[in-house]
């Protein structure tokens, strides 16, 4: 994987370079009717370029940070929903021990009362 990142970085890196070489011409670009930046074709383009990636890094840094608060909250709430499980399971299990204590009273009453 190391290599096919280094090939790729590499064709990149060599493609703007002969951009550069064949886009030397001077252009400008007016950013406000005060500031008139003069530079040579290429290195705007490969300026605008660098600014897009920046801009791209930033959104996925967003976007990450977003998803990994979003699973810490699913966290928690998954954790209160088993505490939640766990609690009504125990809650079931001394409800069918009441209810079994209570058919075996019935019984012994039954056999009281049978045997009288």
């Not at 002969?18 to 886009?23: D, K, M, V």
């Not at 930033?58 to 088993?82: A, G, H, P, T």
């Amino acid at each position: 994987m190391r290599q096919l990142n280094f090939l790729i970085i590499f064709a990149v890196a060599l493609a703007l370079v002969l951009f550069s070489l064949q886009n030397t011409s001077l252009s400008s670009i007016q950013f406000t009717p005060q500031l008139k930046v003069e530079a040579p074709l290429s290195v705007e383009l490969i300026l605008a370029m660098g600014l897009g990636a920046v801009l791209a890094w930033f959104f996925s840094v967003w976007s990450s940070l977003q998803r990994s608060i979003e699973m810490r909250n699913k966290n928690v709430q998954i954790q209160k929903l088993q505490e939640t499980v766990q609690s009504l399971g125990i809650e079931i299990e001394e409800r069918k021990r009441l209810v079994s204590a209570s058919a075996i009273d019935v019984e012994i009453d039954e056999d009281k009362s049978k045997q009288s």
